[in-house]
């Protein structure tokens, strides 16, 4: 390793926005740095739907996301160790985090049985048994060799009870330090989940608990879930005044850009979602000044990009009337060229954001962006 080249797990702060908590970071890791706050594309199974990791590299995505949950199912971890890792496996060069699988197991999987140490669940293809805690995750994500992996935990539903929310935060935090003390990947870095659902003392907890512990970085789940948006940003004002400034901050499952400043407004620098290529394959296009149902009929005949001013693959070279077409005569391209563009169009607001709050003004841009979203 080159003399200055940082150790995974080293987080730069390299600015403060003087009027919000928004932070301008580089998270090191061991395929590379990630400057935050950065959204990261989903690759479920191994694959960002529709797009080829050149398509990834030439939008600049900087780190993906994958799940421990569907290959461990599917295709197995003995195929993923023959190919020598994930990375190989799939050929993306770059950062990848893994989801532990917990929101997976909670959510696809009919659980049969839950106990201290994991869950029993049958598999959502077909139906067989399998068991996955802590130790199971982290094994999976060990072969997997992620940069970033997630622990173990137990996802809550919204809206869930004061009750079942504190039994279920005890059960996170045994898990969370199981998960650490796990065998991991070399430069594999651990994070932690603050959860706690709607009540924002059980977060507290959730979060001081968490830190003794000690993880290079920390996410708040159990958000973007269904709630409405100020209980989430609630949840997000819950947990990070409890968390180390020096730590890379992530909220799990958002994409949605005027969400995503006002998170970063609330000192979180990471975040992942499915929601661009997932509204993609719909025919559904993001832009800054909303979602666009491209495959409406009123955008037969228009020449124009799909949004105008875009640098993206899709719209310097087709119109909307040319993907209106494809996706109206089902062909896989149309649902590619869409996806290139809501991945682009996502990165490219993460890069606004930063220089945003590199040059001190933050702030107006966030009320810009508020301003574009409602109109």
Not at 29 to 58: C, N, S, W, Y
Not at 121 to 149: C, K, N, T
Not at 276 to 301: L, Y
Request: charge should be negative.
């Amino acid at each position: 390793m080159p003399e200055n080249a940082r150790q995974p797990g080293e987080f730069e702060l390299l600015k403060r926005d003087a009027a919000t908590k928004a932070r301008l970071g580089v998270l090191h890791t061991a395929h590379g740095p990630v400057e935050t706050p950065a959204f990261m594309p989903v690759g479920t199974q191994a694959t960002v739907k529709a797009l080829e990791p050149r398509d990834l590299a030439e939008a600049k995505a900087q780190i993906i996301l994958s799940n421990t949950y569907h290959l461990f199912l599917r295709p197995g971890m003995d195929v993923i160790a023959n190919a020598g890792g994930l990375h190989r496996f799939m050929g993306w060069e770059g950062p990848i985090l893994t989801d532990s699988g917990g929101f997976q197991v909670f959510s696809l999987a009919k659980i049969r049985k839950l106990d201290e140490r994991g869950a029993r669940f049958s598999s959502h293809i077909d139906g067989h048994e399998f068991f996955m805690g802590p130790a199971e995750s982290m094994e999976v994500q060990r072969i997997l060799g992620s940069d970033i992996a997630m622990v173990f935990d137990e996802c809550l539903p919204w809206p869930c009870d004061r009750a079942r929310a504190e039994k279920s935060v005890e059960t996170t935090l045994k898990w969370a330090q199981a998960s650490k003390d796990a065998p991991h990947a070399e430069g594999q870095l651990v994070f932690g989940i603050v959860q706690g659902g709607e009540f924002a003392d059980i977060r507290r907890h959730c979060a001081e608990e968490l830190v003794k512990i000690g993880f290079p970085g920390y996410a708040i789940g159990g958000v973007s879930v269904g709630e409405p948006e100020e209980t989430m940003y609630a949840a997000v004002e819950a947990s990070v005044p409890y968390l180390p400034e020096d730590r890379p901050r992530y909220v799990m499952g958002l994409g949605v850009m005027h969400q995503m400043a006002e998170c970063v407004a609330r000192g979180i620098d990471m975040f992942d979602c499915v929601l661009p290529t997932r509204i993609a394959r719909h025919g559904t296009a993001i832009t800054r000044h909303g979602n666009v149902a491209i495959k409406a009929a009123k955008w037969a005949k228009d020449l124009g990009p799909v949004e105008e001013g875009c640098g993206c693959y899709c719209c310097r070279n087709f119109s909307r009337s040319y993907v209106r077409h494809l996706l109206a005569a089902g062909e896989i391209l149309g649902v590619r060229l869409l996806t290139i563009h809501n991945v682009h169009r996502l990165l490219r607001f993460m890069e606004e954001m930063r220089a945003a709050i590199r040059e001190g003004r933050f702030d107006e841009w966030r009320a810009m962006v508020r301003a574009e979203t409602h109109g």
